[in-house]
C-alpha cells in the first residue's frame, strides 16, 4: 500500500471523544472517514454530515460488513469494548479501541487473541504515548539525562457532573475514575518504571459503588509512583518525574503536553511541542505506519504493554472492591 493511498476509517460510538478524534482525522491527508455507526441513525447521519463521511450505519453489524472500511475506532462506552472489538477484528477490520482496553483482563487477553488469530492490527488508543512532548521525555529519560528515576508524580482530575455526564457516573458501563482517567497516572509510571513490585490503593466510592477518587502507590525496587485520579475535585494535572540528576515536569494537562521543563541543579529548562490538532492524529498516524507495515501491534504501544497496563488496574480494581 504506497502512501498516497488513503487509509479508511470507521467509527463506532459517536460521542464527544469521537468527535475530537474525527476532526483530527481530518487533519492527515493519507486518513478517509469512510463510515460512522450508531445505533441511533438520525445521530450517525448527523456525525457523518459534520465529518465529511459518505456512510452512516444504524448498527455496528453494518459498519463490520462494509468491505471499504479498513479500520475501526471504537468509541463506545467502556463495557462494550471488548465485544466490538473483537467482532471488529473478527470481520477482518483492524482495530483502534479507545482506553481502558476492557473491564477485565481476561477479556483484554481475549481481545489480544483475537489480534493474533485474524492477523489485524490492534491498539489501545492511549493516544498519550505518542504525543510528541511524551516521546521526547521518555528518550531523555532513556538517555539518563535526570540520571535514575526516583519518584514519579501524576494525576488526572476534575469535577464531573452526574447529571451532564452520565455515563461516567453509570456501573453499567464502567464508570468511576480508576478506569476513566486513573489509567492515564498508572500509564505514565509503567512507561518509565514498568511493573510495579507492589501496589496500595484507597478509593471513596459513590452510592451505586463506583470510585468518585482513588489514589495509587505504585512500589518498586527502588523507586516510588504517587498516583491520583478523581472525578469530584479539581487538580493541576502537571507530572513530575524526578531522578537522581534532576528532575522533568510536564506541562499540565500532562496527558497531552504541549511542551516540558527540564531541571537540572534547579536551572530550568523549558520545551514546547505543540501537538497536531487536539493530539489524537499522532495515534491515528502510529496506526497508519504498522498497518503499512503489515504490522499487527505497535512497537510504542504493544500488546503486551496493554497486559500489562491491564493487570495493574485489575489489582487496584480487586484492592479497591469494584464490581462490573
Same mark, same amino acid.
Given at each position: 500500500? /504506497?502512501?498516497?493511498?488513503?487509509?479508511? @476509517?470507521?467509527?463506532?460510538?459517536?460521542?464527544?471523544?469521537?468527535?475530537?478524534?474525527?476532526?483530527?482525522?481530518?487533519?492527515?491527508?493519507?486518513?478517509? =472517514?469512510?463510515?460512522?455507526?450508531?445505533?441511533?441513525?438520525?445521530?450517525?447521519?448527523?456525525?457523518?454530515?459534520?465529518?465529511?463521511?459518505?456512510?452512516?450505519?444504524?448498527?455496528?453489524?453494518?459498519?463490520?460488513?462494509?468491505?471499504?472500511?479498513?479500520?475501526?475506532?471504537?468509541?463506545?462506552?467502556?463495557?462494550?469494548?471488548?465485544?466490538?472489538?473483537?467482532?471488529?477484528?473478527?470481520?477482518?477490520?483492524?482495530?483502534?479501541?479507545?482506553?481502558?482496553?476492557?473491564?477485565?483482563?481476561?477479556?483484554?487477553?481475549?481481545?489480544?487473541?483475537?489480534?493474533?488469530?485474524?492477523? /489485524?492490527?490492534?491498539?489501545?488508543?492511549? @493516544?498519550?504515548?505518542?504525543?510528541?512532548?511524551?516521546?521526547?521525555?521518555?528518550?531523555?529519560?532513556?538517555?539518563?539525562?535526570?540520571?535514575?528515576?526516583?519518584?514519579?508524580?501524576?494525576?488526572?482530575?476534575?469535577?464531573?457532573?452526574?447529571?451532564?455526564?452520565?455515563? =461516567?457516573?453509570?456501573?453499567? =458501563?464502567?464508570?468511576?475514575?480508576?478506569?476513566?482517567?486513573?489509567?492515564?497516572?498508572?500509564?505514565?509510571?509503567?512507561?518509565?518504571?514498568?511493573?510495579?513490585?507492589?501496589?496500595?490503593?484507597?478509593?471513596?466510592?459513590?452510592?451505586?459503588?463506583?470510585?468518585?477518587?482513588?489514589?495509587?502507590?505504585?512500589?518498586?525496587?527502588?523507586?516510588?509512583?504517587?498516583?491520583?485520579?478523581?472525578?469530584?475535585?479539581?487538580?493541576?494535572?502537571?507530572?513530575?518525574?524526578?531522578?537522581?540528576?534532576?528532575?522533568?515536569?510536564?506541562?499540565?494537562?500532562?496527558?497531552?503536553?504541549?511542551?516540558?521543563?527540564?531541571?537540572?541543579?534547579?536551572?530550568?529548562?523549558?520545551?514546547?511541542?505543540?501537538?497536531?490538532?487536539?493530539?489524537?492524529?499522532?495515534?491515528?498516524?502510529?496506526?497508519?505506519?504498522?498497518?503499512?507495515?503489515?504490522?499487527?501491534?505497535?512497537?510504542? @504501544?504493544?500488546?503486551?504493554?496493554?497486559?500489562?497496563?491491564?493487570?495493574?488496574?485489575?489489582?487496584? /480494581?480487586?484492592?479497591?472492591?469494584?464490581?462490573?
Amino acid at each position: 500500500m /504506497k502512501n498516497s493511498q488513503k487509509i479508511k @476509517w470507521g467509527i463506532i460510538g459517536l460521542g464527544n471523544i469521537a468527535n475530537q478524534f474525527a476532526t483530527d482525522l481530518m487533519l492527515l491527508e493519507d486518513a478517509e =472517514l469512510t463510515a460512522v455507526a450508531s445505533r441511533d441513525l438520525e445521530k450517525a447521519k448527523d456525525f457523518a454530515q459534520k465529518y465529511n463521511c459518505s456512510k452512516a450505519y444504524d448498527s455496528y453489524d453494518a459498519i463490520f460488513a462494509d468491505e471499504e472500511v479498513e479500520i475501526i475506532y471504537i468509541a463506545t462506552p467502556h463495557d462494550s469494548h471488548a465485544e466490538l472489538s473483537i467482532r471488529a477484528l473478527e470481520n477482518r477490520k483492524h482495530v483502534l479501541c479507545e482506553k481502558p482496553l476492557a473491564l477485565s483482563y481476561s477479556d483484554a487477553k481475549r481481545m489480544i487473541e483475537a489480534s493474533k488469530k485474524n492477523n /489485524k492490527f490492534f491498539m489501545e488508543a492511549f @493516544w498519550t504515548r505518542f504525543i510528541p512532548s511524551v516521546k521526547e521525555v521518555l528518550q531523555k529519560v532513556e538517555n539518563g539525562e535526570i540520571g535514575e528515576v526516583k519518584y514519579i508524580n501524576a494525576d488526572f482530575a476534575f469535577r464531573g457532573s452526574e447529571t451532564e455526564n452520565q455515563r =461516567l457516573f453509570d456501573k453499567k =458501563l464502567g464508570g468511576g475514575a480508576l478506569f476513566d482517567i486513573g489509567v492515564y497516572p498508572l500509564f505514565l509510571s509503567y512507561i518509565l518504571l514498568g511493573k510495579p513490585k507492589e501496589i496500595i490503593s484507597k478509593a471513596i466510592k459513590h452510592k451505586n459503588d463506583i470510585d468518585l477518587q482513588t489514589s495509587m502507590i505504585l512500589q518498586y525496587e527502588s523507586a516510588q509512583s504517587i498516583l491520583h485520579a478523581s472525578i469530584v475535585s479539581d487538580s493541576d494535572m502537571k507530572a513530575v518525574i524526578a531522578g537522581t540528576k534532576g528532575r522533568i515536569e510536564l506541562n499540565s494537562p500532562w496527558f497531552v503536553a504541549d511542551g516540558y521543563s527540564l531541571f537540572i541543579d534547579e536551572k530550568e529548562t523549558a520545551f514546547s511541542l505543540p501537538t497536531l490538532g487536539k493530539g489524537y492524529s499522532h495515534e491515528i498516524i502510529e496506526c497508519h505506519n504498522c498497518i503499512r507495515n503489515s504490522q499487527i501491534e505497535s512497537e510504542f @504501544w504493544s500488546h503486551q504493554n496493554c497486559l500489562d497496563l491491564s493487570r495493574i488496574v485489575e489489582e487496584i /480494581k480487586s484492592q479497591i472492591k469494584l464490581h462490573f
